[in-house]
């Protein structure tokens, strides 16, 4: 069973800055694409940042310059660095990873979800 546990959200002032961490565990052959997506309250799940298995990143024109998406593949973790914080960041930001078996099948995975609030 592969998990992913997310880390690192909580209330930060406008302009301040936090790093999510988000940690793959269990049994797998490898991971694929990983990516950050946020849900703000009554509003649909969006994509903020992907990271490609070799490092390529994308990033929604939002967050675009404010925030920097990066893994280490050793520890089979996505990071999340955000500065300049608004209050329009507020939301609960999920990791998503594509995970790979041995036998070739292919299926994402969602963490639990962990909340970043923006206020001051």
């Known amino acids: 069973q592969v998990q992913l546990v997310e880390s690192g959200g909580g209330l930060v002032q406008p302009g301040g800055s936090l790093r999510l961490s988000c940690a793959a565990s269990g049994t797998f052959f490898s991971i694929n694409a990983m990516a950050w997506y946020h849900q703000a309250p009554g509003k649909q799940r969006e994509l903020v940042a992907t990271?490609?298995?070799?490092?390529?990143?994308n990033y929604a024109d939002s967050v675009k310059g404010r925030f920097t998406i990066s893994r280490d593949n050793a520890k089979n973790t996505v990071y999340l660095q955000m500065n300049s914080l608004k209050p329009e960041d507020t939301a609960v930001y999920y990791c998503?990873?594509?995970?790979?078996?041995?036998?070739?099948?292919?299926?994402?995975?969602w963490g639990q979800g962990t909340q970043v609030t923006v206020s001051s």
């Open positions: 998503n990873a594509i995970i790979q078996q041995k036998t070739g099948f292919l299926r994402g995975y």
């Open positions: 990271i490609t298995s070799d490092g390529s990143t």
